[in-house]
């Protein structure tokens, strides 16, 4: 694996997993309750009376008892904290879908208060061991700056314990957590995509195959997070080859089954891909055990989509909050239809396309957020109701005739659904309203609410 992708694996890591900024805070306090004590010893008898006032001006015992009360305290709400935490994140996964959990495991207000908790208990207890007393035959030693500092850090913790709670509380509500899943999706639409006139795409003769074309193998199962572009554009580059990436970023990949395709640039003169360029593509590709939005844009749809037939499922039977995730969808497919979804393409220094990455279709985006909540909303016509909105809005979005022909493919099936529903009149004709408006849409007419 390359260093660049390396580097990519961490950052996700320390954005997406508990221990990181925790253990961080833990070292910190570990440093700082080795380091005030010893500024204490240097300082003792030189603050004036003004400053000291406002320091801890008890004895070793009553120091040592403080000591130990945080410390005692400190670690028992650690504990709370993490089962509070593993709790919210059991609902998440059993009530709205299990890739939720990376957006509750990288919410930064939960690492920062395991980190202040476990600081304040690190740091207490290493202050404690520098508490002397003159019964133990040696000189007494109080570091009134390290208790104090103490004392303020238990402060803060409860603070943050309060804060931490309604946190909590807010962020388990269904509402929020959609709303996160679409913000970050936003995100990564925005940073992973180009407008359509941004960039230059690769024209017909630079995409396609020579005939000596060797297959790119997976090197393990796994999903597909990351390609290192640039320095796979390097490599190719030195090898006068080009590299295609056929398989979608987040897609699953079979260990030695074939994800890409390169071969050598026509006009190059090299008869086939050298060994060296082939054997070293894996090392700038990152597959891990699960879906990430490092390079996966089409993710956050595919987590509002859980949301939406999770809701639906017998077990839940809750259409209100599919209706509700339905509309983040419809928001998230209405800013993706601004971009370019053709390949990606990444040039060198001289303007030869060295690599191509294939990125997900819009009527396949389209079909992917539509079809579960079709299939297990069919007997609901307010869930079908919202569908045709959806539906409505994104043919409004629609920028090219590919993708609002997406639209009216997905029309026609919706329609066939209600066709063999069994709906009453008054629901059939309502949704017969709503199509009607879709089609409107498409010839960019918005009728008003009748």
């Known amino acids: 694996m390359s260093i660049r992708s390396r580097l990519v694996d961490a950052g996700d890591a320390f954005r997406t997993r508990l221990w990181p900024v925790p253990t961080l805070g833990v070292f910190v306090a570990l440093v700082a309750g080795v380091l005030l004590p010893e500024l204490d010893a240097a300082i003792d008898g030189d603050l004036s009376d003004t400053v000291s006032a406002y320091l801890f001006g008890g004895g070793a015992s009553a120091a040592r008892s403080v000591l130990d009360a945080i410390a ?38 939960v ?45 803060a913790s409860v603070v943050t314990l309060v804060l931490f709670l309604a946190h909590l509380a807010r962020e388990i509500r269904v509402e929020t957590m959609v709303r996160s899943v679409h913000r970050d999706a936003s995100a990564s639409v925005a940073r992973l995509l180009e407008k359509p006139d941004d960039s230059e795409r690769a024209s017909p003769d630079e995409a396609r195959p020579a005939e000596d074309t060797r297959l790119i193998i997976a090197p393990r199962s796994g999903f597909l997070t990351a390609v290192d572009m640039a320095g796979l554009s390097r490599a190719a580059a030195e090898a006068d080859a080009v590299v295609s990436i056929d398989q979608l970023p987040g897609g699953f990949v079979a260990s030695g089954t074939p994800l890409g395709r390169c071969w050598s640039r026509p006009g190059s003169g090299n008869a086939s891909v050298g ?176």
């Not at 028992?76 to 495991?105: E, K």
């Not at 595919?302 to 259409?319: C, E, F, H, W, Y």
């Not at 971009?339 to 303007?351: I, P, Q, W």
């Open 72 to 109: 005692s305290s400190l670690i028992t709400v650690t504990s709370l904290t993490f089962s509070l935490t593993v709790v919210t994140l059991q609902l998440a996964s059993g009530q709205f879908s299990p890739r939720l959990l990376r957006t509750f495991t990288r919410d930064r207000f």
């Open 111 to 155: 690492h920062v208060t395991l980190a202040m908790f476990l600081a304040t208990f690190v740091y207490a207890l290493t202050v404690l061991r520098t508490v002397r007393t003159s019964a133990e035959q040696q000189v007494q030693f109080v570091p009134q700056v390290s208790v104090t500092v103490a004392f303020v850090l238990a402060v």
């Open 275 to 450: 060994d060296e360029l082939f054997e070293s593509i894996p090392t700038f590709l990152t597959i891990g055990i699960e879906r990430t939005d490092t390079q996966d844009f089409a993710f956050g749809l595919r987590q509002l989509t859980d949301v939406t037939a999770k809701a639906l499922s017998p077990g839940i039977n809750d259409p209100t909050t599919a209706i509700h995730a339905l509309g983040h969808t419809s928001a998230l497919l209405c800013e993706i239809a601004k971009y370019d979804l053709r390949s990606a393409v990444h040039r060198d220094d001289d303007g030869q396309v060295r690599v191509i990455r294939r990125r997900p279709a819009f009527d396949a985006l389209l079909d992917e957020a539509v079809t579960q909540p079709r299939r297990y909303g069919a007997a609901d016509p307010a869930v079908l109701g919202r569908l045709m909105g959806l539906l409505r809005e994104v043919a409004w979005s629609a920028r090219d005739h590919s993708q609002r022909q997406a639209v009216v493919h997905q029309l026609e099936r919706l329609r066939n659904t209600i066709e063999r529903s069994d709906f009453d009149l008054a629901e059939r004709d309502q949704l017969d309203r709503a199509g009607r408006k879709v089609e409107a849409a498409l010839t960019g007419d918005w009728p008003p609410e009748s």
